[in-house]
C-alpha cells in the first residue's frame, strides 16, 4: 500500500488557535476538506461517522473531508485547529485505503506541529468559526491560493507537517498487506478506477484489466478492499460528484457525464441514496452562502 501513499499530496487551508462558547453549535456540516483539532481547555463535542466525541484537554480529533458533522459547545473550549485538502490525484482516498482513529491522545511533540503550523502560516487563522461563512468555493480558492506566498521551505515544512498529523490517526491499513504483488494489483486497479469515472466501468471490465476470471476478481477485490466492486464504484462516483458540485458551475447532466452516468434520473437516483438528498439539493444547502 505504500506506494500508494506516496502520492498523497496535502494542502493547507487554515490553521489557528480559538477560544469558543456556546455559539461553537453547527449542524449538518459537510465539507470538501479534512479538520484537525488540539484541544487545550474545555470541553466540546463533534457528531460524525455514526459517532459522538467528547473533546477532551490534551487529545487530538480528525474529522474526515466528506463527512457529515455536527459540532457542539455547551460552556467554552479552546482548540488549535487545521483544515486541509488531502487527495491522492485521481486515485482513492486516503480514507478508502487506511482505517483511522478520529481520537488520539496528543503527545508533547504534536502541540509543538500546531504551534509551528501558525508560525509558518501567520494570517491564516478564521475570522468566523461559522462553516457557512468558510466553507464555500470562493473563500476556500482563496484559502488555498495563500500556500502560493510561502518560501520553498516553509511549504515543504507545513505539508510534511500536515503529513505527520494525519498519520498519528492511522489504524492500519484497509488493503490486506499480505503479499507486496497484489498490494500492488489492487493499487492499481483503485487508480484504475478513479482515472476512468467517466467510462462505463463494471466488474467484467475490472476483471478483464486484472487479467483475472471476474467471480474470482470481485472475490479478491472484496477481501482486500472490504466492499464489492461495483459498490465502490458508486461510492467514488457520488464522491467525485459532491466535489464537482461543490467546486464547479458544472450542471448537474455535465457532472452526470463526468462521472459514467449516461442517465441524469439514474445518477440523481443513486446520489440521493448515498448523500441522503438529491444533488441539486446537495449543491444548494451546502453553497447557499
Known amino acids: 500500500m505504500n506506494h500508494l501513499l506516496r502520492s498523497l499530496q496535502v494542502s493547507l487551508l487554515n ?6 462558547g456556546t455559539d461553537w453549535n453547527f449542524d449538518n456540516v459537510f465539507s470538501p476538506f479534512t479538520r484537525i483539532y488540539y484541544i487545550s481547555k474545555g470541553t466540546a463535542k463533534v457528531y460524525h461517522s455514526n459517532q459522538e466525541f467528547l473533546l477532551k484537554k490534551g487529545y487530538l480529533y480528525l474529522i474526515p473531508s466528506y463527512t457529515y458533522s455536527r459540532y457542539k459547545c455547551d ?10 485538502f488531502e487527495g491522492m490525484g485521481n486515485g482513492p482516498s486516503i480514507y478508502n485505503l487506511c482505517h483511522f482513529e478520529y481520537e488520539v491522545a496528543a503527545r508533547e511533540i504534536d502541540l509543538y506541529y500546531f504551534k ?23 473563500t476556500l480558492e482563496r484559502y488555498e491560493q495563500s500556500n502560493d506566498n510561502l518560501t520553498a521551505q516553509d511549504y515543504l515544512e507545513t505539508h510534511s507537517i500536515l503529513k505527520l498529523l494525519l498519520s498519528r490517526f492511522i489504524r492500519h491499513s484497509k488493503i490486506s498487506d499480505k503479499g507486496a504483488q497484489t498490494q500492488r494489483e489492487i493499487g492499481d486497479i483503485l487508480n484504475y478506477i478513479g482515472e476512468n469515472l467517466h467510462l462505463q466501468i463494471d466488474v467484467k471490465q475490472l476483471a478483464a484489466y486484472s487479467h483475472l476470471s471476474i467471480d474470482y476478481f470481485s472475490r479478491m477485490f472484496n477481501e482486500k478492499v472490504g466492499i464489492r466492486p461495483n459498490a465502490y464504484i458508486r461510492s467514488k462516483r457520488v464522491e467525485r460528484a459532491q466535489l464537482l458540485l461543490l467546486t464547479t458551475n458544472d450542471s448537474l447532466k455535465q457532472i452526470a457525464s463526468k462521472i459514467g452516468f449516461e442517465n441524469l434520473s439514474y445518477f440523481s437516483r443513486v446520489f440521493k441514496k448515498h448523500a441522503g438528498k438529491s444533488p441539486g439539493s446537495f449543491r444548494r444547502e451546502q453553497l447557499k452562502n
Not at 15 to 20: C, P, R
Not at 75 to 84: L, N
Not at 116 to 138: A, F, K, M
Request: glycine share 6%.
Open 15 to 20: 490553521t489557528g488557535y480559538a477560544q469558543l
Open 75 to 84: 460552556v467554552y473550549h479552546e482548540q488549535y485547529y487545521i483544515s486541509c
Open 116 to 138: 509551528r503550523l501558525l508560525e509558518l502560516n501567520p494570517g491564516r487563522s478564521l475570522t468566523n468559526n461559522n462553516p457557512q461563512t468558510y466553507d464555500n468555493r470562493p
